[in-house]
């Protein structure tokens, strides 16, 4: 638990010396991949109590394909705000 404490006290801090733009920008791709996140995860959990075979994903994802889906969209919506904030 505490090396998790001490990661989030350094995202803090390299958070509080970004810019306010450059904040706005990371809270909203943080929000987009947030979100993304949770309506892949309800609908592979949907499907899946439905009985559609979706092989590994039958039960939701895992720890991993959840940071990978999350960073994935992260990295979108950095783009997407950069472009609308140009």
């Not at 991993?64 to 960073?71: L, Q």
């Not at 969209?73 to 950069?82: D, R, S």
């Amino acid at each position: 638990m505490l090396p998790v404490l001490l990661y989030i006290r350094t995202c803090m801090r390299f958070i509080r010396k970004m810019d306010e733009l450059q904040r706005r920008v990371q809270l909203d791709a943080f929000l987009f991949a947030a979100l993304g996140t949770v309506i892949v995860e309800t609908v592979l959990a949907t499907l899946g109590a439905q009985g559609v075979a979706l092989g590994p994903w039958s039960h939701g994802l895992g720890m991993g394909e959840a940071f990978m889906v999350m960073f994935s969209l992260w990295l979108v919506g950095t783009k997407i705000a950069n472009c609308r904030y140009k």
